[in-house]
């Protein structure tokens, strides 16, 4: 059963920066699967932030580019966001998300993490 641990949130005034982590385990195939963070706020959906694909491959949410910068470490299994020139609007809780592809016939393709709170305030 893979299990995604996140790390990192915080209360940081505007303007400042944070750091998540997420590492995951419980798969051999976790170098094939798609690792990303994805985000909730009060009263809204949950949105995407950014991805990390396979192949190196990374995409950002519009409201996070040039701000947020996604990474992976494979050997440890683990993705990281740096988030620098936070907004109030960021506020929100960050949940890390693995998806494998389809092509492994797995029971079960996507995973979340239990979510961390990251809170934008002076």
């Known amino acids: 059963q893979v299990q995604l641990v996140e790390s990192g949130g915080g209360l940081v005034q505007p303007g400042g920066s944070l750091r998540l982590s997420c590492a995951a385990s419980?798969?051999?195939?976790?170098?094939?699967?798609?690792m990303g963070w994805y985000r909730q706020a009060p009263g809204q959906e949950r949105e995407f932030v950014a991805d990390?694909?396979?192949?190196?491959?990374?995409n950002y949410a519009d409201s996070v580019k040039g701000r947020f910068t996604i990474s992976r470490d494979n050997r440890e299994n683990t993705v990281y966001l740096q988030m620098n020139s936070l907004k109030p609007e960021d506020t929100a809780v960050y949940f890390c998300?693995?998806?494998?592809?389809?092509?492994?016939?797995?029971?079960?393709?996507?995973?979340w993490g239990q979510g961390t709170q990251v809170t934008v305030s002076s």
């Open positions: 998300n693995l998806n494998f592809p389809r092509w492994l016939l797995l029971d079960e393709n996507d995973y």
């Open positions: 419980g798969s051999k195939f976790i170098i094939n699967a798609v």
């Open positions: 990390f694909t396979s192949g190196g491959l990374t």
